[in-house]
């Protein structure tokens, strides 16, 4: 069934923020035993931005929010609310969705955190629009921001080439009918839990010498079992809202995948049998952003011109949990 909302709701601006450090392949190398090579065939990433100690996902996540309010010619007193889309918060708490409140200076907004790993933004993206659709709020700034360099080992090579620091946001209000978000799907799984966590620092398991000594605030991955996953679940869920739509694949103007491995979005582009030139791709300059990856991907298309309005964007996430989801919009603006 189709999961339109009874309001339409679009994305009318967006934004990005990323650090200023970019560390190459080459920099890895010399930290881990690794290679350029390896790190390009088996991942597609080249770059990656890394915050300056000191610096968190909400410093980040108000200066891509701030980009996104300036490109859509809005004060932040017009915001009703921030959902902050995160696994690295500043702190455990407040939210951090509070701190990018302050540094932006939305005084009548109100917010919360939202955390599906990877999916956050796309979760995010979804609950702003049900609110939006609700008729309590009118204007919902959504934010993925990481710092993904506060919980990988610089010293694991599994981990290390894997990951960037980032923020993108987008800016969610009341459209058009027949533009904004026009389906979505999202889903949950448990089970694959142990296959991507943190394992401690948590409820579960508090931090302690213990955990620390240990390494369990750290990203543990087992990347094969997450990867053949993803490339089913993000190809599955875009098929499912295309086909319930019945629109072709080949009307798509953009396909805006998470963007984990260059490897797992080829493939799950190949399942959707779409061109390359459809694929909003930025992995090779800013690796795995987490919640930041499809927000910022889906802005630099914006900027470069790739989205008018009218067209047909499908984003596409797979993270931990599992978590995935998809969402269907015709450009708003
Ligand atoms: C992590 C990932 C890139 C690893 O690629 P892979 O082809 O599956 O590689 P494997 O894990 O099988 O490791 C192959 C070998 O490369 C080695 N290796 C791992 N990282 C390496 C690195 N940075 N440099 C060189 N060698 C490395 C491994 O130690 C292993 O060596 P071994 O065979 O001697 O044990 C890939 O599995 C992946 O992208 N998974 C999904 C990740 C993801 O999507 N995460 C986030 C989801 S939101």
Excluded at 69 to 98: E, H, N, Q, S
Excluded at 105 to 130: P, Q, R, V, W
Aim: glycine share 10%; hydrophobic share 40%; with cysteine.
């Amino acid at each position: 069934m189709t999961r339109r909302l009874a309001t339409p709701v679009g994305i009318t601006a967006t934004g990005e923020c990323f650090p200023d450090r970019i560390v190459t392949n080459e920099d890895l190398a010399k930290m881990v035993n690794t290679s350029d090579e390896w790190i390009t065939t088996r991942t597609g990433m080249k770059l990656r931005r890394w915050v300056e100690p000191g610096v968190g996902s909400s410093d980040l996540g108000s200066g891509a929010l701030k980009m996104a309010l300036d490109r859509r010619g809005m004060g932040a007193d017009d915001l009703d609310c921030i959902i902050a889309c995160t696994v690295t918060p500043d702190m455990m708490f407040p939210c951090t969705a509070a701190l990018i409140q302050q540094k932006v200076g939305a005084s009548k907004a109100f917010g919360f955190d939202l955390n599906a790993a990877c999916s956050s933004f796309l979760f995010g993206l979804t609950t702003g629009a049900g609110l939006i659709a609700s008729g309590t709020v009118k204007r919902v700034g959504v934010v993925g921001c990481d710092v993904m360099t506060s919980i990988f080992d610089k010293s694991d090579r599994n981990t290390a080439v894997l990951f960037g620091d980032g923020a993108g946001a987008a800016i969610l209000e009341p459209v058009e009918e027949g533009y904004g978000l026009l389906d979505y799907e999202q889903q949950i799984d448990g089970s694959g839990a142990p296959y991507l966590c943190m394992p401690a620092g948590g409820s579960a398991k508090p931090a302690s010498h213990a955990t620390v000594d240990a390494k369990e605030h750290f990203v543990h991955q087992q990347g094969q079992e997450v990867f053949k996953n993803a490339v089913r679940e993000m190809a599955n869920v875009s098929r499912l809202m295309l086909d319930r739509n019945n629109i072709d694949p080949k009307e798509l103007t953009l396909f805006v995948p998470h963007q984990a491995n260059l490897r797992i979005m080829d493939a799950a582009l190949k399942r959707l049998e779409l061109p390359r030139e459809k694929m909003a791709c930025n992995i090779a300059e800013y690796a795995n952003t987490t919640s930041a990856t499809i927000p910022t991907a889906l802005h630099q298309s914006v900027v470069a011109g790739k989205v008018k309005k009218g067209d047909l964007v499908v984003l596409a996430a797979f993270g931990a949990g599992f978590t995935w989801g998809g969402a269907l919009l015709r450009w708003a603006v």
